[in-house]
């Protein structure tokens, strides 16, 4: 089993529709969670991150982390073709300035 | 400089060779990192520097595999007699260590091995 799984999609939804991003994870110990969206050509871009348990929002984007199922999930509202990209789920054992453990990445698709 | 530079952008090299990748990582940032992207398989850890301190190497798959970081800046990623398998995005990031959350990353060095 790897230490994060997540879906790769590909997911594709209409313009305005909410999305639904999700990754598990294994190992326990983990205690800093991140999204990372991933342009074609580009290096990923950090988008939210939250430590332990608990919800975070910011702008369009929520970001929910439930450590007692090990799963992380990031929602985006009012969708737009701009957020069509590549999201990596991230996490750490420790405050981000350490190695992180990337999912596979969920392309999306959002059409106008 | 604004972000992370990364040289070059595509490299395509014969099988056998050696190639280098470079890295400037943003001013002030004391901890750099590469990673491995290969199609399918996500961000693969490869070596971590941070400051004056030993580089954690842990996630170099094999000996051919070098870095080092000259003057707590710019990086190289050298890679020896390469082979098909080591076609990848190359990724460098860089962070503060403390205080300051999360990695920026460059562009990436789009490996070809022919």
């Known amino acids: 089993q790897k230490e994060v799984e997540q879906d790769p999609g590909p997911l594709s939804v209409p313009e305005g529709a909410i999305v639904s991003l999700n990754c598990t994870y294994s190992n326990s110990a983990f205690q800093y969670f991140m999204w990372y969206r991933q342009y074609s050509r580009k290096g990923p871009e950090l988008l939210m991150y939250t430590y332990s348990s608990g919800n975070k929002e910011d702008g369009r984007f929520t970001a929910q982390v439930d450590k007692s199922s090990k799963y992380i999930s990031l929602f985006i509202r009012d969708s737009q073709p701009s957020d069509s990209a590549t999201y990596l789920c991230?996490?750490?054992?420790?405050?981000?300035?350490?190695?992180?453990?990337f999912g596979k990445g969920t392309k999306l698709t959002v059409n106008p | 400089g604004a972000g992370v530079s990364q040289s070059p952008s595509n490299k395509v090299t014969e099988k056998g060779k050696d190639v280098e990748l470079r890295c400037d990582p943003i001013s002030g940032h004391t901890a750099l990192y590469w990673y491995r992207q290969s199609l399918g398989q996500g961000l693969e850890f490869l070596i971590y520097f941070q400051g004056n301190s030993a580089p954690d190497k842990s996630g170099l798959p094999s000996d051919r595999f070098s870095a080092e970081r000259t003057g707590g800046s710019v990086s190289t990623l050298t890679i020896q007699r390469t082979q098909q398998e080591d076609s990848a995005v190359y990724l460098c990031?860089?962070?503060?260590?403390?205080?300051?959350?999360?990695?920026?990353f460059g562009s990436g060095t789009r490996l070809t091995v022919v």
């Open positions: 991230a996490m750490s054992l420790q405050g981000g300035s350490e190695k992180l453990v």
């Open positions: 990031a860089s962070s503060f260590l403390s205080g300051q959350f999360g990695y920026t």
